[in-house]
């Protein structure tokens, strides 16, 4: 990443007792950037985002904002704001004393928070609902002040903690759409927690994948999806086949009872490696000779766009398949994927350096 950055995690390690929650983990995050920390439920993100917050501590590393330590910064001193998944809002004030609260602790002058008020308000889509009770709201409106609420002392970093997650199908889908409007508009750097691989793909410039406390890949939605550096990503991140292979020579894999020239980095001989196929790589087509797997449907399922099957191989393997094309079950079937389309990957392989 660019000198350009904003907050630089090194090495953080947080333990809670005996159990090793963030490993050594080293980030760094651009000015403006929408970065999403994305991971299975207990893999670290929210105890990341704590930490950034000044939350909780940490038992080793260091965190920095634009170059200064922020880990000896108490919480409210921090120029960061949190948005959490349960909105945290003062439920005895209406919508504007929820908006104003941190300015009138902080002794702004009634002038200027009325007028900055005024601002987020707007900019959230809130400007009728002012005098308006919290209990009034619906979820999205919620939500809505809580980001009003989280940027309207002008944070650098807005924090953001599964903030649509209470949210209904397409009320998120509406959010998702307004949250990268305000992130343009602001144009502060947003860092957003999800477990929600479609949200983080949609929302993020870049997405951190995590597993147990470690981070895996960082890289933009198409380099992860398109790229991903091992099995644990490519299965996270959209739907994968995923073949032990083995390596016969630097290039050349084998896996079910096929060998292939590989496109992807060598990896020396007889090296154990996961083989992934993405379900949309592969052709299906009725069985011919020039199948390089034959089997039958076992499964078909109309997903709207596409059509999902389930094609057991002669040789006894299942490979999910998608296709615009309908087999239905029973139907004997060939598959063909290109050289290109087969990724190979290294079984452990994590990343935390940048
Ligand atoms: P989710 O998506 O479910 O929110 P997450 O990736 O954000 O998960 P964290 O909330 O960071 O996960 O929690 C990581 C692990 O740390 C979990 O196993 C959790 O139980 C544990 N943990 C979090 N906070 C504490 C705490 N205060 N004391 C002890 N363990 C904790």
Known sequence: MSNNSIISVCGVTKRFGDNLILDNVSLKIDRGEF????????????????????????NQGEVKLEGKDLLSI??????????FQKY????????????????KIKRVDGDTIDREVARVL????????????IDSLS?????????????????????????????DLKMRKDMQMELKQMHRDLGITFIYVTHDQEEALTLSDTIV????????????????????????VADFIGESNIFNGVMLCDKRVKFIDLEFDCVDEGFGDNVLVDVVL???????????????????????????????????????????????????????????????????MR?????NTF
């Open 278 to 344: 993405r379900p949309e790589d592969i052709y299906i087509f009725p069985a011919n000779k020039s199948a390089m797997f034959s089997g039958k449907v076992i499964s078909s399922i109309f997903k709207g766009v596409h059509n999902e099957m389930v094609v057991k191989t002669e040789n006894g393997f299942e490979v999910v398949v998608q296709d615009y094309n309908h087999f239905g079950v029973g139907e004997e079937v060939g598959l063909l994927i290109k050289p290109n389309d087969i990724h190979v």
């Open 88 to 103: 945290a809002l003062f439920p005895h004030l209406n919508v504007y004393d929820n908006i104003a609260f941190g300015l």
């Open 35 to 58: 970065v999403t920390i994305l991971g299975p439920s207990g893999c670290g993100k929210t105890t990341l985002l704590r930490i950034i917050a000044g939350f909780l501590d940490v």
């Open 209 to 232: 994948v995590m597993n147990n406390g470690v981070i895996q890949q960082i890289g933009s939605p198409t380099d992860i999806y398109n790229e991903p550096v091992n099995s644990f």
């Open 74 to 83: 108490p919480p409210h001193k921090r120029p960061v704001n949190t948005v």
């Open 139 to 167: 979820g999205g409106q919620q939500q809505r002040v809580a980001i009003a609420r989280a940027i309207v002392n002008k944070p650098k970093v807005l924090l953001l903690d599964e903030p649509l997650a209470a949210l």
């Open 347 to 351: 079984k452990e392989r994590v990343c």
């Open 122 to 133: 707007k900019m959230t889509g809130l400007s009728d609902y002012e005098h308006r009770d």
